[in-house]
T-cell receptor, first 114, second 113 residues
Framework: NAGVTQTPKFQVLKTGQSMTLQCAQD?????MSWYRQDPGMGLRLIHYSVGAGITDQGEVPNGYNVSRSTTEDFPLRLLSAAPSQTSVYFC?????????????FGSGTQLSVL | EDKVVQSPLSLVVHEGDTVTLNCSYEVTNFRSLLWYKQEKKAPTFLFML????IEKKSGRLSSILDKKELFSILNITATQTGDSAVYLC?????????????FGQGTILTVHP
């Protein structure tokens, strides 16, 4: 049972480069989201999706794009990487209904932008 | 703007001690408060609290919510070195904000042998 799988685990980019962080879940969860974690700031929501074809912005969406073409996958795209995007990124998913806040997290992607 | 504040930010104790972690919040249309434990990488779920005054327990961990005073505490009794982690508090709004949590800064707990 894989749960939430994120790739890559580590990435180094140069300023201006673009890349996609991959996220896949095999639990048939409707809801998926991306968070970034910076020291002293907890986790902050970037984008989220309540189902295939539906996405919305979170607290810190600038510089990131998402799409949700299938229930399983929710990739996060950095359009033109900036040093301020150096962070640890977590993908998370959850069931609907009464337990939709119980997020299952992936193992994270540590991104450095030089 | 939703706000979640945890205290203390860090705590160092010895095995066997009891610790209390605090979480206060301000959120529109409160639905639930959650506690997560983060060791090394991915946060893992501990508790979800929706009703005031009802304690949730799991082994040596327990948590309670006060919706009037807008805070929650997480207690860990007889701490062990395996309890060393970052403890995250998060709140969720009602309505259609599924999976859209606001997290606190976290409390770093270090338990020495």
């Amino acid at each position: 049972n894989a749960g939430v799988t994120q790739t890559p685990k580590f990435q180094v980019l140069k300023t201006g480069q673009s890349m996609t962080l991959q996220c896949a879940q095999d639990m048939n969860h409707e809801y998926m989201s991306w968070y970034r974690q910076d020291p002293g700031m907890g986790l902050r929501l970037i984008h989220y999706s309540v189902g295939a074809g539906i996405t919305d912005q979170g607290e810190v969406p600038n510089g990131y794009n998402v799409s949700r073409s299938t229930t399983e996958d929710f990739p996060l795209r950095l359009l033109s990487a900036a040093p301020s995007q150096t962070s640890v990124y977590f993908c998370a998913s959850s069931y609907g209904g009464a337990t939709n806040e119980k997020l299952f997290f992936g193992s994270g992607t540590q991104l450095s932008v030089l | 703007e939703d706000k979640v504040v945890q205290s203390p930010l860090s705590l160092v104790v010895h095995e066997g001690d009891t610790v209390t972690l605090n979480c206060s919040y301000e959120v529109t249309n409160f639905r639930s408060l959650l506690w997560y434990k983060q060791e090394k990488k991915a946060p893992t779920f501990l508790f979800m609290l929706t009703s005031s005054g009802i304690e949730k327990k799991s082994g040596r961990l327990s948590s309670i919510l006060d919706k009037k005073e807008l805070f929650s505490i997480l207690n860990i009794t007889a701490t062990q070195t395996g309890d060393s982690a970052v403890y995250l508090c998060a709140v969720a709004r009602g309505g259609t904000s599924y999976g859209k949590l606001t997290f606190g800064q976290g409390t770093i707990l270090t338990v020495h042998p």
